[in-house]
């Protein structure tokens, strides 16, 4: 885009994702001995799309397109004496609307920015759970480890709405596939604008 322009192209973006949570801490029953806290942190994901561009100068466009985003985020669940550790992973197809502006005409780097909104595919949460029998009334004595675990892989796509919005901002560096086709190598990160949750729980930080 730097050098060479045309009006509208067309373009095959991948690359990696950096998800950032909507709400860091989530509590259910705050004032209640070991009720339920679950922290989010972010974690890296990828995507893939393909894109049509509108060339406004040689240095600015606005694209959109389709892609498909898979997000990751880091997940600490806690309920009573059970711990959960993994991450959770969502599936979505995406309709981003983006400005990009060319930094150099020596070197094919852009930033970008603009909305999106999400179509759920999937969601699960996959992990390990910790069981700590240590702060049980009579743990077996005949078992010698104070803990017990567990891994797990729940398909978790009821507890989260469909529709998903929020802002992108991407680094990329542009190539050629051939003399029609350019493609780009790049890292987008990913900010949620609404609350995903479909139940109705309170947040203690966002």
Not at 13 to 23: A, E, H, N
Not at 34 to 45: F, K, Q, V
Not at 102 to 110: G, M
Not at 161 to 173: A, P, R
Request: charged share 20%.
């Amino acid at each position: 885009m730097c050098q060479e322009l045309s009006k509208f192209e067309n373009r095959l973006d991948f690359g990696t994702t950096l998800s950032i949570p909507y709400k860091k801490i989530i509590e259910t029953s705050p004032g209640v001995p070991n009720h339920p806290t679950t922290e989010y942190s972010s974690n890296y994901g990828y995507f893939l799309e393909w894109i049509v561009v509108y060339n406004i100068t040689s240095k600015l466009e606005i694209n959109t397109g389709l892609n498909y985003n898979y997000s990751r985020l880091k997940i600490d669940d806690k309920i009573g004496l059970i711990e959960n550790k993994g991450n959770l992973n969502t599936s979505y197809f995406q309709l981003p609307i983006m400005i990009r502006y060319c930094l150099s005409d020596k070197f094919p780097f852009s930033i970008s920015g603009g909305p999106y909104i999400g179509l759920l595919f999937n969601a699960k949460n996959k992990g390990t759970s910790y069981i700590d029998r240590s702060g049980l009334p009579s743990p077996d004595p005949l078992i010698g480890s104070s803990s017990i675990t567990q891994e797990y892989n729940t398909n978790v796509s009821k507890k989260y709405k469909t529709i998903d919005l929020g802002f992108s901002v991407q680094l990329d560096y542009e190539f050629k596939l051939n003399m029609k086709l350019k493609g780009l190598i790049l890292t987008r990160f990913n900010y949620g604008l609404t609350n995903i949750l479909t139940d109705n729980i309170n947040s203690a930080s966002s």
